[in-house]
């Protein structure tokens, strides 16, 4: 059964920077694609990030393209999220969730695991 946790996050000032990590287990064959999403205090879910299995296929939303990088280490089993000039609007829960499969979306509906979620918070 497939399984990710999260980990990472914290308080930063504005422009700031964070690495947000995300370990996968529980596959056999396939690595997991790899999903970033966000929920802001009040708001709904946001699908922010995506990488596929192999690492060829990344996918940011346009509200972090520029400032977040992703990237995965296989032979870890472990997905990155870098995020770099924080905003205060990045302020909330990030969650990362794997899907097994070559595709990559931002749609949460596609996602089987899901980990706890880790907060972030951009203040001064």
């Known amino acids: 059964q497939l399984q990710v946790v999260e980990s990472g996050g914290g308080l930063v000032q504005p422009g700031g920077s964070l690495r947000l990590s995300c370990a996968a287990s529980?596959?056999?064959?396939?690595?997991?694609?790899i999903g970033w999403f966000r929920q802001a205090p009040g708001k709904g879910r946001e699908g922010i990030s995506c990488?596929?299995?192999?690492?060829?296929?990344?996918i940011y939303s346009d509200s972090v393209k520029g400032r977040f990088t992703i990237s995965r280490d296989n032979a870890k089993n472990t997905v990155v999220l870098h995020m770099d000039s924080l905003k205060p609007e990045d302020t909330g829960t990030y969650y990362c969730?794997?899907?097994?499969?070559?595709?990559?979306?931002?749609?949460?509906?596609?996602?089987?695991?899901w980990g706890q979620g880790t907060e972030v918070t951009v203040s001064s």
């Open positions: 969730a794997g899907r097994l499969g070559p595709g990559c979306s931002r749609d949460a509906g596609l996602y089987v695991a």
């Open positions: 529980g596959f056999s064959k396939d690595y997991a694609t």
């Open positions: 990488i596929n299995n192999s690492g060829t296929i990344i």
